[in-house]
């Protein structure tokens, strides 16, 4: 069966940095895009930033671009996203999620459970 999971999570200070990152097991993960997303405390579910099968292609909300970056290891069959000079509004539970294709659609069939970030001094 599919499984994602998330690891990485923790406690930020504000300008600092984080990995996160997603092991996946249960499909072909070189055949599939990547995404992570994260809900805040109160807020709905917020797309942070995806990857096409084949890493060459990478998307991110305007929120987090130029701060995070997202990679993927097809041999590892991990995804990753590097967070830098953390805000507090990045506190929240990060997901990974499958994409049912290929290319980037943002059309998901499988999540994790989610790994929290917090950032605070």
């Known amino acids: 069966q599919v499984q994602l999971v998330e690891s990485g999570g923790g406690l930020a200070q504000p300008g600092g940095s984080l990995r996160l990152s997603c092991a996946a097991s249960?499909?072909?993960?070189?055949?599939?895009?990547m995404s992570w997303a994260r809900q805040a405390p109160g807020k709905g579910l917020e797309w942070v930033s995806g990857?096409?099968?084949?890493?060459?292609?990478?998307y991110y909300a305007d929120s987090v671009k130029g701060r995070f970056t997202i990679s993927r290891d097809n041999a590892k069959n991990t995804v990753y996203l590097q967070m830098s000079s953390l805000k507090a509004e990045d506190t929240a539970l990060y997901y990974c999620?499958?994409?049912?294709?290929?290319?980037?659609?943002?059309?998901?069939?499988?999540w994790g459970q989610g790994t929290q970030v917090t950032v605070s001094s």
């Open positions: 990857i096409n099968s084949g890493g060459t292609d990478t």
């Open positions: 999620a499958k994409d049912r294709w290929a290319g980037f659609t943002a059309e998901y069939d499988y």
């Open positions: 249960g499909f072909t993960f070189s055949g599939y895009a």
